[in-house]
């Protein structure tokens, strides 16, 4: 591709999951044919299973995107000394990152890897990457955090209880006029009870840090599951995904929704507090003002169409508490099904809080629920017919010994038309369920 149609790619979550594999698929398009594409492990470097993190981030781009990748590795991870400034593989790490058309970057620790990046001279590259507009970098999650010129340490306020405090980023975004912090997950609600938006801060610790921050600067935020893209060729900045990009000054915010695109310049206007804070929706040709489809095709345009795993989850919920309702058994077993794989496709996502182990959890509950209703089905007919039966062939036994054989043939017909087949013996009746009948009885049931 051509070293000066570059594009820096800033997610704000979900970023090796099915919601991002059509961005994936344009951004692997715009480099053309065989691309470098390189993984930049650090901000997961320091976790014992990072090979499995890393492993599984190939494998996603290879079936999901068609993009072979290979990973240049946190060198300072496997001992003191080998990440060191001037040692052969921090050369080599160095150059994998500056000659690579396509760089990714994603979830872990955003002080981690400012550090390590420090450490490596990497944030010098990828600077270097983007004021010249080479290649495709795209960082998401914990790396996004890193791309501001101050950066929110998430693991040590959020898990560790710090103080909150900004660091010095690594701010490839000064290049381009834009003086902001970035903050993804920015609307994160997996604190249910608790407010866990702007990346696990919440409001409060989010307002005292904003004080912090000079004058003429904001915060930039981007939704889960949503992306902000730069064209650094042709200074265009687009949002793309399910949710909005904010830019937030004092507390007080514009969003930037789904489908938007913006001139960079407009972007410093915003930042800046110089533009006028409304941003139009995303609008397509044909729309007119009097479209009654407008909000929803701008709300929904540039998703990518994918549900995240929650949505999915829920969905087949609904759809299995209706198939059980209406004794539906193969529905429920097909909905059970579809969740499994829906779950495999999670799978390969990078970041451990998407919901996996609940969706897991879920899906066990639905088969434990099939289980029972599989086994109150096992029992059939005989479990129900039999205690309906038995008084009946008794009452037919008395019919025939008392003569009345008009009336003991009428049971039988009776019988037969709910499915049972009489035998009469010396010794009595016997009743078998007539099997052929009872397919003919489903398959109408299937049919109405």
């Known amino acids: 591709m051509n070293a000066g149609n570059g594009l820096?790619?800033?997610?704000?979550?979900?970023?090796?999951?099915p919601t991002m594999v059509t961005l994936h698929r344009e951004l692997a398009a715009h480099l053309g044919g065989d691309a470098?594409?390189?993984?930049?492990?650090?901000?997961?470097?320091?976790?014992?299973?990072?090979?499995?993190?890393?492993?599984?981030?190939?494998?996603?781009?290879?079936?999901?995107?068609?993009?072979?990748?290979?990973?240049?590795?946190?060198?300072?991870?496997?001992?003191?000394?080998?990440?060191?400034?001037?040692?052969?593989?921090?050369?080599?790490?160095?150059d994998l990152v500056r000659r690579a058309d396509w760089v990714f970057s994603g979830p872990g620790s955003p002080s981690y890897a400012l550090g390590r990046w420090h450490t490596l001279r990497l944030g010098e590259i990828l600077r270097e990457r983007v004021a010249r507009g080479h290649g495709v970098t795209v960082m998401a999650s914990a790396a996004a955090c890193t791309v501001g010129f101050?950066?929110?340490?998430?693991?040590?306020?959020?898990?560790?209880?710090?103080?909150?405090?900004?660091?010095?980023?690594?701010?490839?975004?000064?290049?381009?006029?834009?003086?902001?912090?970035?903050?993804?997950?920015?609307?994160?609600?997996e604190g249910g009870t608790h407010d866990t938006r702007f990346c696990y801060l919440g409001e409060p610790r989010l307002a005292a840090l904003e004080q912090e921050l000079p004058e003429g600067s904001a915060v930039l935020g981007i939704d889960e599951h949503t992306a902000v893209i730069v064209d650094l060729a042709t200074s265009l900045v687009r949002v793309w995904g399910r949710g909005v990009m904010t830019i937030r000054r004092r507390g007080a915010s514009v969003l930037v929704p789904g489908g938007t695109t913006l001139p960079l310049e407009q972007l410093r206007g915003l930042v800046a507090g110089t533009e006028p804070a409304v941003v139009p929706l995303p609008r397509r040709p044909a729309d007119t003002d009097a479209d009654a489809g407008v909000a929803h095709r701008a709300a929904t345009a540039g998703t990518g169409g994918a549900a995240t795993l929650q949505e999915a989850v829920a969905a087949a919920e609904l759809r299995f508490d209706s198939a059980q309702e209406a004794r539906d058994g193969g529905t429920m077993a097909e909905v059970a099904v579809e969740l499994e794989s829906v779950i495999a496709a999670w799978s390969a996502d990078m970041e451990e809080d998407q919901g996996g182990e609940w969706a897991r959890t879920v899906l066990h509950g639905m088969i434990r629920r099939l289980a029972q209703a599989a086994g109150r089905?096992?029992?059939?007919?005989?479990?129900?017919?039999?205690?309906?039966?038995?008084?009946?062939?008794?009452?037919?036994?008395?019919?025939?010994?008392?003569?009345?054989?008009?009336?003991?043939?009428?049971?039988?017909?009776?019988?037969?038309?709910?499915?049972?087949?009489?035998?009469?013996?010396?010794?009595?009746?016997?009743?078998?369920?007539?099997?052929?009948?009872?397919?003919?009885?489903?398959?109408?049931?299937?049919?109405?």
Do not use: C
């Open 36 to 94: 470098d594409a390189v993984i930049l492990e650090t901000p997961y470097g320091f976790q014992v299973n990072r090979d499995d993190i890393s492993a599984r981030a190939r494998e996603y781009f290879r079936r999901s995107v068609g993009l072979s990748t290979a990973v240049a590795p946190d060198t300072h991870a496997d001992g003191p000394s080998a990440g060191a400034p001037g040692t052969g593989e921090a050369d080599k790490v160095r």
């Open 377 to 448: 089905g096992l029992r059939e007919p005989e479990h129900t017919l039999g205690r309906i039966l038995v008084p009946l062939l008794g009452l037919r036994r008395r019919l025939r010994a008392d003569g009345a054989y008009d009336l003991a043939d009428e049971v039988r017909e009776a019988v037969a038309a709910g499915g049972v087949r009489l035998h009469d013996t010396a010794e009595g009746s016997e009743w078998r369920w007539d099997e052929e009948t009872d397919d003919q009885q489903t398959g109408s049931r299937s049919q109405a």
């Open 150 to 189: 101050a950066a929110l340490p998430v693991y040590e306020v959020y898990k560790a209880g710090h103080p909150p405090a900004w660091l010095t980023g690594l701010d490839l975004l000064g290049a381009l006029g834009l003086p902001v912090a970035v903050i993804p997950h920015y609307d994160n609600a």
């Open 8 to 17: 820096l790619v800033l997610m704000g979550s979900g970023e090796t999951s």
